[in-house]
């Protein structure tokens, strides 16, 4: 089904390369953001826009960078500063309203690994 | 700190059998509390959250301010019901729409 579409799938890095992730969503939400899946710890936030052409850094930021460009896209770079860059990487939308949180949509995630 | 915690890694019942997932929360303020679900080959999705008080596939989750807990039950498992659970937390007072997930928990209800 549509909604939000990650690519690739999979996404191999060589050391020292930045790699960039998509996330594409095609449901008019304001926000976006985008999380970290390791084994054992759940997800962790690694960045969030709340509109376009901003973002702010969620708990796990660094290594990583983002931009806002369009309300529909919000790309992830993995760069060679994030030294354990393999996992599993969600993209995630959602509406905004006052005083009540909204559900978040989820990709089907890119799994990144180190070559 | 703002933290999730669930601390089954792996619950695993019988058909039939009651079910509760555990999730206990810190948060000093007024938490919104979610419970969000990835059945096999599916995408991680919302299954309830508390300010609905609804119950969604027979699932239920009772906000316990005093215990800082919102565990999720069900009274009879079901086989389809075999999934990974995460919790998650809504910082109220925030407005930035921010989750904190747990660590996850997978349902493996055994026929």
């Known amino acids: 089904d549509g909604g939000i579409t990650q690519s690739p799938k999979y996404l191999f890095r060589k050391e020292g390369q930045n790699v960039t992730l998509s996330c594409e969503q095609n449901?008019?939400?304001?926000?976006m953001y985008w999380y970290r899946q390791d084994p054992g710890q759940g997800l962790r936030l690694i960045y969030y826009?709340?509109?376009?052409?901003?973002?702010q850094k969620g708990d796990i930021a660094e290594g990583y960078s983002v931009s806002r460009e369009k309300k529909e896209s919000f790309p992830l770079t993995v760069t060679s500063a994030q030294k354990n860059p393999t996992a599993f990487y969600l993209c995630?939308?959602?509406?905004?309203?006052?005083?009540?949180?909204?559900?978040?949509?989820f990709g089907d995630g890119t799994r990144l690994s180190i070559l | 700190a703002q933290r999730v915690t669930q601390p089954e890694k792996l619950l695993s019942v019988f058909k039939g059998a009651p079910v509760e997932l555990k999730c206990n929360y810190s948060?000093?303020?007024?938490?919104?509390l979610f419970w969000y679900v990835q059945y096999s080959r599916q995408r991680l999705q919302l299954l309830l959250r508390?300010?609905s008080r609804e119950s969604i596939k027979g699932f239920t989750a009772d906000l316990n301010k005093g215990e800082t807990s919102f565990h999720l039950k069900k009274p009879f498992a079901q086989e389809e019901d075999s999934a990974m659970y995460y919790c998650?937390?809504?910082?109220?007072?925030?407005?930035?729409?921010?989750?904190?997930f747990g660590q996850g928990t997978t349902l493996q209800v055994k026929p």
């Open positions: 995630a939308s959602s509406p905004r309203r006052q005083g009540v949180t909204q559900p978040q949509h």
């Open positions: 449901l008019n939400h304001d926000a």
């Open positions: 826009s709340q509109i376009v052409n901003d973002f």
């Open positions: 948060y000093s303020g007024s938490p919104e």
């Open positions: 508390h300010i």
């Open positions: 998650a937390l809504s910082p109220g007072s925030s407005n930035t729409g921010k989750l904190i």
